[in-house]
Each structure stands twice: as C-alpha cells, then as structure tokens.
C-alpha cells in the first residue's frame, strides 16, 4: 500500500490582487526628452510645446514628457537642445500572464495563431486535460466553465464517482486547484492566465486532503481518464493528455495503468520529483511519460528538482488559483509539469484547427524535445534535460511535421 505524495512546496499563501494596464489607443506618443539646461529653458520648452503638450517635467535630471505625433519624433530629434528622445514605455508591476507563462512563450502561440481561433488558446472540441491530483475548485473564478468531467477515486476506490458532478471533485488540498490554474486559468482582465486559457480539464481527483493517495488509486485515475465519459477507451470523449504532479517509487500497477493510456494515444506528463535524486520519481520514471523537471525565474534549476528530466519548466515561486477564490505562490516539480501538459494541448488543438490528426505520444515527445531551448552543457544534459520546453516552437514543429 504505497503512497505516491503531490509535488509541492507552497511557500506564501495570499489572496492578490492584480492591478490591470490598459493599453490606450492614441494618435500621439508619449516621449521623454532629455534636454540641455545649459541654454535657454523656457525657450526649449516652447519649442517643445510647440510640437506636442508637455505632461510632465523632471529638471532635476533634465526631463521632459511631451505626447506629440509620430511624425515630429524627426524634428523634435534634430533639435540642438535635445540630448536624447526616447519612449515612455509602460512598466507593468503585476500583470495576469505571470513570467512562468510568459518564459514558455504561450502568449506568442496565442498570437500567432488567432486564424485559429480559441484553438490557439487551447481549445477544442475533442481535447481534454486531465489533471491527476487533489481535485479543482471548480467554483474559483478564474476556473470557472473550464472542467466538464469529474473522476473520484480515493481510499482504494472505496470512495469512487465519475460523472458531471463536480462538487465532489472539488479539492480540499489546494495542489490541484493550483496545477489546473497553470493550464487552464481564464484570460478575463484578472487573476493569472493559465498556459492554454480556453482548455477544458477533467478533474480526477485521487489524492487525499492531505495530498496524499495510494497508487491503485491513481492507476485507477489513469484508467478512468483514458476512457473518459463514455466509458469507452479509444473514443473522442478520452483524455487527450494526463497531466500528473505527483510521483513515489516504481509500481507495476502504475505502470500497467502507463501503458494502457499510452496504448490508445494519451500523452502523459509527469513531474520529475523534488527529492534531489539522480532520476525522476514514478510515472515520470517511465519513458512512455514526459519527465519535466523545475527551473526559476533565472532559468536554474533548483537542487531539489531531480535530475535526468525530459524537459524543465517553470517550478519556483508560480502564481495560481487556490481555493476559496484566493491566489497562492508554490515551487515545485508539480508545478512545472502542467506547464508542458498544456502546450501538448495546444499542439493537439491547433493541428486539429489546421485540418490534420492529433499526434501520437511518441510523436509529441519527440517535438517537445527536439524543440526544446537547450540550456547548460550543450545538448542533452541531466540538469537541464533537452531543455526548456517551448510553445511556439513545439506549435510550429506540430504544424509542420507529420502531415
Ligand atoms: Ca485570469
Ligand atoms: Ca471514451
Ligand atoms: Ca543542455
């Protein structure tokens, strides 16, 4: 009776709240113009005004903010009193898409692809996400609409459930809520935004309050997962990708559960475990699943993030949905998995969008390993894996490939 444990260390937990910039549309820009004080102030300052209002002076360091029209930035340059022309560009102290979802590049996805439509968010008609863990709380308002299925297997399944019921796959952990909000938080003006902002999750919830379980269960998870709604393995209700931020030793149960996902096409993606070993812990350890380990804001990996990963993702100091409609910060290999189970999503999505199948497990591992942003030593390396995953190029190579 072994038990596989969530992989996560929350360090705060708050509730934020994010202030949001509007990107205002004008005919002018705003400028800052560094001026010479040496001659006549007032009369650089009319020549100034002359072409645009001035907003704001700073004379102690010989600034000036004017809105003046793109095409006077010439003139304005020219001018034998000015020393510098430069834009006064907005800097945002918090913003919704946190550096984690920024660093894999997941808003160049969105961009790139909108012919797409919501495919190039993550959604999709047939493409579901399963997050293996403590359950979601489904009623946070940065989750809400995005979970349509609930799984339960807890206690060796004497607790059990599948169906539309989602109370009974909310999570008293937090750790699921967390893990879904990285896929899958809506992209609404505020909170965070997830990886792929329009997925939608199947919530299977086999690790207890504690965040805790037994592998049967979890095997069980897996094996619900891959059937999906209908009961049926290999339809187009199953899950597409099974995402699992948890791990423990090797069990063959849990492996056998592996192989029979893997056998009708789901892709799966593990966290690579935070015990500082030489190898990921299991499902990672298996080479039908995706091994991701963590990386922080510097793009280092933490000592406890175990070595020998597939790929490395953002793990330190995440932002994301928690319960009771709160935000929480968590470091962890839990949270650099689902970082990757998305842009697998995205993958499966915007090549179903551009008329093409869905990619098989091993085609998708071998595009997010061959696209990854090498880092360290020089190809693959067991710090680093292949490397950072990387949306746009794994969405590009996915397009482009295996027609
Ligand atoms: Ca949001
Ligand atoms: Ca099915
Ligand atoms: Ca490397």
Redo the contacts with the bound molecule.
């Keep these: 009776m072994r038990e596989l444990l969530c992989l996560a260390v929350v360090f705060i937990l708050t509730s934020v709240l994010l202030p949001m910039f509007a990107e205002a549309y004008s005919a002018s820009i705003r400028v800052i113009i560094g001026v010479d004080l040496s001659g006549n102030y007032v009369r650089a300052k009319s020549v100034i005004e002359s072409l645009g209002s001035i907003v704001l002076e700073i004379p102690e360091i010989s600034a000036l903010v004017t809105e003046v029209p793109p095409y006077s930035l010439g003139h304005l340059k020219s001018l034998s009193f000015v020393k510098y022309v430069e834009e006064d560009k907005s800097i945002k102290t918090s913003s919704?898409v946190q550096w984690n979802v920024e660093v894999v590049e997941a808003p160049e996805v969105w961009a790139l692809n909108t012919t797409y439509g919501d495919a190039a968010y993550g959604y999709q008609t047939t493409i579901r996400v399963a997050v293996v863990d403590t359950g979601i709380s489904y009623t946070h308002s940065?989750l809400y609409g995005s979970i349509d299925w609930c799984v339960v297997s807890l206690r060796n399944t004497k607790t059990f459930y599948r169906g539309t019921s989602l109370k009974n796959c909310d999570d008293p952990n937090g750790h699921g809520t967390h893990v879904a909000g990285i896929i899958a938080?809506?992209?609404?003006s505020?909170?965070?935004?997830g990886v792929t902002p329009k997925a939608v999750l199947y919530a299977v919830r086999v690790l207890n309050a504690n965040g805790g379980g037994y592998v049967s269960d979890v095997a069980k998870g897996i094996v619900e997962a891959t059937k999906g709604p209908d009961n049926t393995p290999g339809t187009s209700d199953d899950a597409d990708v099974i995402s699992m931020s948890l791990g423990g030793p090797h069990s063959q149960t849990l492996y056998n559960a592996v192989l029979y996902a893997h056998s009708y096409n789901v892709v799966l993606v593990a966290a690579a475990g935070n015990e500082g070993a030489s190898t990921p812990s299991c499902p990672a350890c298996y080479s039908e699943v995706i091994a991701v380990g963590a990386i922080d804001q510097n793009l280092s990996v933490p000592s406890w993030s175990n070595k020998n990963s597939d790929l490395v993702a953002p793990g330190v100091n995440i932002l994301s949905t928690w319960p009771r409609n709160k935000y929480a910060y968590l470091s962890g290999t839990s949270m650099a998995c689902p970082h990757v189970s998305a842009i697998v999503a995205l993958m499966q999505a915007i090549r179903i969008a551009d008329g093409k199948d869905k990619l098989s497990p091993t085609q998708v591992k071998g595009i997010l390993i061959t696209t990854a942003t090498d880092l360290g030593s020089s190809g693959y390396d067991e710090i680093y894996g292949y490397g950072l995953v990387n949306a746009v190029a794994s969405v590009n190579r996915a397009l482009n490939t295996f027609s």
Excluded: M
Excluded at 185 to 188: E, M, P, Q, V
Excluded at 190 to 193: N, P, S
């Design positions: 919704e940065d938080a809506r992209l609404n505020f909170g965070v935004a």
